[in-house]
């Protein structure tokens, strides 16, 4: 099966600064990795995603980069804010059904 | 719009027991997927169902069971409770392949 690694575990930048977030997958089929924000004592909560055939999709502030041959994808987080502050999953799907989820990594902004 | 809905939000049980957790996905999605979250984890996949029919399974026990009704709501099923089941449900809707939008969850403890 699909497995999926995330780093860092931890994050804390300042306000302002950038974060970024990164995975790697295993399964080569894998064509849809979406990225989900955690609040405590919350479900997770689609940010941004991409397909593979895609190599970079941006939303104000979020982008997500996918690198097929290296298997690995980013989040990439701009002029950070404290509201930024949650706990990040990536995750990978090849039929769109089943999702192989990270092991999360918690964004702390500083400000 | 109303989001997926999760019911109970916390349920405490003893080992043995069984718990029947529900869920009710978006109007318009046809797709449920249940998900389980240990605390400090990413979400682990149990089941997928799409108009009433199993469409995918995780590496889970029997003792877990689901079903999709009629009106697209589902029910977790978990027999014979184990400590180790503790953990955060979570049942995500889809209105297609590929997007799954996640409900808060049902905090399960099992004693």
């Known amino acids: 099966g699909e497995n999926v690694e995330q780093h860092p575990s931890t994050l804390s930048v300042q306000e302002g600064d950038s974060a970024v977030i990164k995975c790697t997958y295993s399964?080569?089929?894998?064509?849809?990795f979406p990225w989900y924000k955690q609040e405590l004592g919350k479900g997770p909560q689609l940010i941004i995603d991409?397909?593979?055939?895609?190599g970079e999709k941006k939303d104000q502030r979020i982008a997500v980069t996918l690198n097929k041959t290296a298997k690995h994808f980013s989040l990439h987080i701009t002029e950070t804010q404290p509201e930024d502050s949650a706990v990040y999953f990536c995750?990978?799907?090849?039929?769109?059904?089943?999702?192989?989820f990270g092991t999360g990594t918690s964004l702390t902004v500083i400000p | 719009d109303a989001g997926v809905t999760q019911s109970p939000t916390h349920l405490i049980k003893t080992r043995g027991q069984h718990v029947t957790l529900r869920c009710s996905p978006i109007?318009?999605?046809?797709?449920v997927s249940w998900y389980q979250q240990v605390l400090g984890q990413g979400p682990q996949f149990i089941f997928q169902?799409?108009?009433?029919?199993?469409?995918g399974r995780g590496n889970f026990p029997d003792r877990f069971s689901a079903r999709q009704f009629p009106n697209y709501s589902s029910e977790l099923n978990v027999n014979a409770l184990l400590l180790g089941d503790s953990a955060l449900y979570l049942c995500?809707?889809?209105?297609?392949?590929?997007?799954?939008?996640f409900g808060p969850g049902t905090r399960l403890t099992v004693l």
């Open positions: 995500a809707s889809s209105p297609h392949d590929n997007e799954q939008f």
């Open positions: 399964d080569s089929a894998s064509n849809y």
């Open positions: 991409i397909r593979s055939n895609v």
């Open positions: 995750a990978a799907s090849r039929n769109g059904n089943q999702f192989y």
């Open positions: 109007s318009g999605h046809k797709s």
């Open positions: 169902y799409y108009e009433k029919e199993e469409r």
